[in-house]
């Protein structure tokens, strides 16, 4: 019986490793490619990498030269969804807005609370703290917009009282696996609503 063969997309990364990606990362962004808010996230998520597969998706939309610092056998489709991140977040919108979008990490538990306001949710690039994530949106004359890939699981568990919480339709059917992660949307909507809209990964 042979011994299983290592996979590459797994192995541990070294500090040096990240400081290739973070030095990508500046480049891109001293080209105008990243913005400083980009610049940020990707590097908050680069310094949480353990494996080269949680590297993979960060410089996945610059030029080849940000595979370069991957081991060859790694190709992006090995990139796992779930990667080391925190395990709760909580965001408040009032008379404002709050969003999230492109390269970052969907914590375990994410709260976001829209009074006469609203939040728009990106995750077709998010990896994910966990295999299943919960997202609790509490909105009074406010509401949420949340965005998924073909990838993603998603769960609808809201309540709405004079609005409401829809969840994706079959416009762009979902693509699940074994390893697809799972969203849980939770919360009530006061004369507010949450809506989950399912679309396409975004074409570099």
């Known amino acids: 019986m042979g011994e299983l063969e290592p996979d ?3 192995m541990r990364i070294s500090d040096a ?12 962004a001293g080209e105008g490619r990243l913005d400083l808010d980009e610049l940020e996230e990707r590097l908050g998520a680069t310094y949480a990498a353990r494996t080269y597969a949680d590297l993979v998706p960060i410089t996945l939309d610059l030029p080849v030269a940000g595979a370069a610092t991957l081991p060859a056998q790694v190709s992006r ?10 395990e709760s977040e909580s965001h408040v919108a009032i008379l404002g807005g709050f969003d ?16 006469m306001g609203g939040a728009d949710l990106d995750l077709r690039e998010a990896k994910f703290a966990a295999q299943e994530v919960v997202i609790t949106v509490n909105c009074f ?7 998924v890939g073909p990838h993603v699981n998603v769960v609808m568990e809201g309540t709405g009282i004079m609005g409401g919480y829809s969840g994706p339709g079959d416009k762009v059917p979902a693509e699940l696996d074994a390893g697809s992660p799972t969203v849980r949307v939770r919360g009530v909507a006061v004369w507010g609503g949450v809506a989950v809209e399912r679309k396409a990964l975004k074409r570099r």
């Open 141 to 147: 004359m406010g509401g949420a917009q949340i965005t």
């Open 8 to 10: 590459p997309a797994q």
């Open 77 to 86: 489709a090995q990139a796992s969804p779930v990667v080391p991140g925190p």
């Open 17 to 28: 490793d990240r400081h290739r990606v973070a030095e990508i990362l500046r480049e891109a």
């Open 100 to 115: 999230r979008k492109g390269v970052w990490i969907v914590p375990e538990r994410l709260s976001v609370f829209a009074m």
